[in-house]
């Protein structure tokens, strides 16, 4: 990789400590993987509190280190070369933290981001068993009961919910028979008694990374949950998956890259027919296109990133980056797998476990199929 116009030296700092991170998790991320062990995902959660890159983003004054969205990008790449599990809790503890930090008031985002960016963690939650996609089918509810509001529903598919200290969650609040669905966003204690995990799924990928169901039973907050205000959580909440899917697409470019540096440390170490197989050429066209893929990839996601930092609109870009990188990554670590071969299937190479945490970064934070209408719709309203 040659420089790139949207690093800075302290972009590059970050890198390095980055990097070394993820030299650390890469001990232990395949006994996270076999064992589906989230508590060494929390212990390295952990970890990068130490190393202040958890609330990299996030204001001095909230515990953080006031950088800019490119340099959480910067880290989160470096992560995910070390351990997706990780980088997948990471980039949704920066979902949870940004719907603080957007909507949250000074009393709230002292109580929870300046302990988040310690090292305590929070969730973030709109799905549900019948609200994927489709957010507006959403069934958990918030009801006023004199002071407080009583939440009522199920969340599932929530990652971090079994390790957090506190969720980020949007319910309904609008009347049953009112016209128009108003959604409220809300930030719960984990202690809270109303809240109760049901389960930890088992996953193909990215197993590690605890991913819950979890029960809202007559949870009785006050209006000092409230994020943002009453009846404006799902814009609250968009705007914080709009920068989330730049760091999923993120989390892809970082293991299509060391996918494709793998294939290419065995390709020029196996030999057939008397000569390295990467001397076919072959296989030389499939390293170049996988090599194009995390260039174009790079350069879509830190254009959107960068867009963001200056607060331009970016939600095409955002979805066209989110698309093209975790869709091509997936690609990029089949083909490592096919370059590789037989040793690339067994657990002796990393390379399968790359394949099978590549599929869940098409699905989080909005399908391919929601990029692709998010892209489509952006361009035709032009006409």
């Known amino acids: 990789m040659g420089k790139f116009p949207y690093f800075t030296e302290e972009h590059e ?116 068993p019948e609200a994927g996609s489709d957010v507006a089918s959403m069934k958990t509810t918030a009801v006023k009961d004199g002071d407080k509001w009583v939440i009522n529903g199920t969340k599932h598919y929530i990652t971090n919910a079994i390790i957090a200290d506190a969720h980020v969650l949007v319910a309904k609040t609008s009347a049953p028979d009112a016209q128009k669905l108003e959604f409220t966003a809300f930030v ?109 990839a790079r350069n879509l996601l830190y254009h959107a990133a960068w867009l963001k930092d200056q607060g331009l609109p970016c939600g095409k870009e955002a979805a066209i980056a989110k698309l093209f990188a975790t869709e091509e990554c997936t690609w990029v670590c089949n083909m490592a797998m096919n370059i590789i071969c037989g040793p690339g299937y067994t657990t002796d190479y990393p390379v399968e476990r790359f394949f099978r945490d590549a599929k869940v970064l098409e699905m989080g934070g909005g399908t391919s199929e929601i990029m692709r209408m998010i892209i489509s719709r952006e361009e035709l309203g032009k006409f």
């Open 13 to 128: 700092a970050v890198r390095e400590i980055a990097r070394g991170a993820a030299e650390e998790f890469k001990k232990t991320a395949e006994e996270a993987d076999r064992k589906h062990d989230y508590n060494i995902i929390k212990k390295n959660l952990k970890r990068l509190a130490e190393l202040n890159l958890i609330g990299i983003h996030i204001a001095t004054e909230y515990g953080g280190e006031g950088l800019d969205f490119v340099g959480h990008c910067v880290a989160l790449e470096e992560i995910a070369k070390g351990c997706l599990s990780t980088a997948f809790s990471f980039n949704t503890q920066r979902l949870a933290m940004d719907a603080i930090r957007l909507g949250g008031t000074d009393e709230q985002k002292k109580k929870y981001l300046i302990p988040a960016c310690a090292g305590s963690i929070v969730s973030f939650a709109t799905t549900e």
């Open 188 to 296: 719960v204690d984990a202690d809270n008694p109303g809240v109760k995990i049901s389960k930890v799924e088992n996953k193909m990928g990215a197993t590690a990374s605890p991913t819950t169901e979890y029960f809202l039973e007559d949870c009785r907050v006050g209006d000092d949950a409230v994020l943002g205000k009453v009846g404006a959580g799902m814009p609250l909440a968009l705007s914080a998956l709009e920068i989330a899917r730049i760091g999923i697409g993120t989390q892809g470019l970082g293991l299509m890259q060391v996918a494709l540096e793998q294939a290419i440390a065995y390709g020029k170490e196996r030999v057939q027919f008397g000569r390295p197989i990467l001397k076919n050429q072959a296989l030389q066209f499939h390293v170049a296109n996988m090599s194009s893929r995390v260039e174009i």
